[in-house]
């Protein structure tokens, strides 16, 4: 989820609020929210949006709302990333076994070159990148493939749940299926920005997942594998 009155998230306050409403109607518990990082130094974004975080948890509990949570980002491929691989501050997602999860993006255009030796670099430091909506590249969505090599190194793949439900078109709904009919997708996710455009629902693309790969995996999908992931700032999730 996005953060109130960061980037294209949601505007104020009040509407950081409702979406939270809005996901909890929708059976969402805990939400990471995943601002974005790029094109600037991480620390100084971390601590400022540490203190948003503070401001929202105490706006949730005014409003009675028993939902939990945390920060990471959205961080783009870039200098910046590497920069602060290299330094530690990082807005971590979780954990995956004994290493970190960092949640990063691409363009919608196209891979980066020299991808694979960048993703062996991140894993040699504990790290395990995992890429947000994959189904969004438009050489994803020509050729699915093109991500095999990546996932043999060890990337992990969120698709949007919303994608895999058809509603962001076509093309990233056919590349969203052929992900999970491959056995790529680590987790479904909720892409939520707003009450409208991006919702925070996660349902109808459990419903599309489980027609794919049935009901079992479509909930390890969106319920228990991100709970695992998410443990690091969720401890009750440890023994969920
Ligand atoms: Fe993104």
């Not at 004994?98 to 993006?105: A, G, P, S």
Request: some cysteine; hydrophobic content about 50%; charged content about 20%.
């Amino acid at each position: 989820m996005r953060y109130p009155g960061v980037d294209n998230g949601p505007a104020s306050w009040s509407a950081a609020v409702e979406l939270c409403v809005q996901a909890a109607h929708n059976g969402i518990a805990h939400a990471v929210l995943t601002p974005h990082f790029r094109g600037k130094p991480y620390a100084e974004r971390i601590a400022r949006l540490s203190s948003r975080l503070i401001r929202l948890r105490e706006a949730l509990t005014d409003r009675g709302l028993a939902m939990e949570v945390a920060l990471a980002g959205e961080c783009r491929f870039d200098s910046f990333l590497h920069q602060a691989i290299q330094s530690g501050d990082l807005p971590w997602l979780g954990r995956w076994d004994d290493d970190y999860v960092v949640l990063i993006e691409f363009s919608d255009t196209r891979l980066p070159a020299k991808i694979v030796p960048a993703i062996e670099w991140m894993r040699a430091r504990r790290i395990r990148p995992m890429l947000a909506h994959p189904e969004r590249i438009r050489e994803v969505q020509a050729m699915p493939d093109v991500l095999a090599p990546l996932v043999a190194s060890g990337l992990l793949l969120q698709v949007d749940a919303d994608a895999l439900a058809g509603g962001r078109g076509p093309y990233a709904q056919g590349a969203a299926r052929a992900l999970l009919q491959r056995g790529w997708v680590g987790v479904l996710a909720s892409n939520a920005h707003d009450l409208v455009r991006q919702p925070p629902r996660i349902e109808p693309g459990r419903i599309a997942a489980a027609e794919i790969v049935g009901e079992a995996l479509s909930w390890e999908l969106v319920a228990h594998r991100p709970a695992r992931i998410a443990a690091m700032h969720f401890p009750a999730l440890a023994q969920a």
